[in-house]
């Protein structure tokens, strides 16, 4: 039997950790023995593991994303001084580079100057295959055994500041690099051409049947019509990626076009004051309406008329391609990986990223209900899960 060890953070709720257990989900466990090893054994995906899946137990990666504070108390001297060192050159870096705040720097810093005081993981095994699912991409690389090394990629790298030369360093210790989709592997190449021929297409696996038994597990009461309203829902991180923040002002003016929608969001993150100050700016409290974080979105996403992805930028939507699953009619900004996401007029619709753009287009879109009922007809006609990309993933073990 061949032994798959697969890396990642933690399992809160986001589309590379449904992207995660999609893939926990599509393995032969007949064939193969899986070790999961996880930074932080928490997240409301945790549950959701496989039984299969052998759960390996945390080391010093748990201090990674724990406050500086909480290292001193629990007398973890090695990482706090790693944290640091790596704070302060970022800092050193940005400056050197003339980069914007909202860059990648402080983060890969951060596990490049701490990854030396992590135990290496389950030594007394070399694995067939070793997965770097998410981030930090230094624990696979440094503190596995493993014939073979893959990593993921789930980002534009288009619209991140990296230090090259540092990422090069790390990603060049893969056998492999996964990406989910072609833009993400322009956007990446664009940045570190010489990783060409180590990168593999691998799309986010989604199974079918998981997202419609999940999708009837209740009824999304919070969302229930009491009228003739449309409803509007959009599920993601409530960060900048995800441009949750400008969805008050495009609501408005959809309802100013004389539409009754009501717009649900569903998530959780560090924009969501900024969201809600937006929305009591501008009155909206009846029609934007934040409903938090969701361990189950799909009873959410069934219950919509339309669902919405408004980001500035997305390596590829998870939820964008549940919601094809469950043929609710799909409306996507013109992000730089738009394309890659659906076939506009055919199984979604793209419209402008800027604000009054996106109002129109989603307008047209509701008024269009020939479109509609094409694009349904094609999502009911088209299977959307994709169990067999995991076919890939065992010809590397080959």
């Not at 060890?5 to 399992?11: E, K, P, Y």
């Not at 230094?138 to 534009?156: E, G, P, Q, R, S």
């Not at 989603?362 to 349904?376: H, R, T, V």
């Amino acid at each position: 039997m061949k032994k798959i060890l697969i890396a990642s953070h933690c399992m809160e709720i986001g589309g590379a950790e449904k992207a995660l257990l999609g893939l926990l989900n599509s393995i032969d466990y007949e064939k193969y023995q899986v070790d999961l090893f996880l930074c932080r054994h928490e997240g409301e995906l945790y549950n959701q593991i496989p039984i299969l899946v052998n759960i390996l137990p945390s080391n010093q990666s748990k201090f990674l994303a724990v406050p500086m504070k909480t290292l001193i108390k629990d007398k973890a001297f090695k990482m706090f001084y790693g944290r640091l060192k790596g704070k302060y050159l970022a800092k050193r870096k940005e400056k050197e580079l003339s980069l914007k705040p909202d860059n990648q720097i402080a983060l890969t810093y951060s596990h490049k100057y701490t990854y030396k005081h992590i135990e290496k993981i389950n030594p007394s095994v070399t694995y067939d295959l070793a997965i770097s699912f998410l981030t930090p991409h230094y624990i696979v690389a440094n503190k596995v055994n493993a014939k073979k090394k893959i990593a993921w990629i789930h980002t534009d790298y288009s619209t991140i500041d990296i230090d090259q030369q540092t990422e090069l360093q790390m990603w060049s210790q893969y056998d492999y690099i996964a990406s989910i989709s072609d833009k993400c592997t322009e956007s990446f190449l664009e940045k570190m051409p010489s990783l060409k021929d180590k990168i593999i297409r691998i799309d986010n696996i989604l199974t079918k049947e998981m997202v419609l038994t999940q999708s009837d597990a209740f009824e999304a009461l919070e969302m229930k019509k009491n009228g003739n309203e449309i409803i509007l829902c959009s599920i993601g991180r409530f960060s900048y990626a995800k441009n949750f923040d400008n969805i008050p002002k495009i609501c408005k003016q959809i309802r100013e076009a004389g539409i009754n929608v009501v717009w649900y969001l569903i998530g959780y993150g560090g924009d969501k004051q900024l969201i809600k100050d937006k929305i009591a700016e501008l009155h909206m409290e009846d029609y934007v309406i934040m409903l938090g974080k969701k361990e189950n979105p799909y009873p959410y996403i069934k219950a919509c008329d339309f669902y919405i992805q408004p980001s500035r930028y997305e390596g590829k939507s998870v939820t964008v391609r549940e919601a094809q699953i469950l043929c609710k009619p799909v409306i996507i900004t013109k992000f730089p990986t738009s394309s890659s996401q659906l076939v506009d007029g055919y199984d979604g619709v793209i419209v402008p990223l800027d604000n009054n753009g996106c109002a129109i287009g989603i307008i047209d879109f509701i008024n269009n209900k020939e479109l509609q009922n094409y694009i349904m007809n094609n999502l009911k006609n088209n299977d959307y899960s994709n169990s067999n990309e995991i076919e890939k993933i065992y010809a590397l073990m080959e």
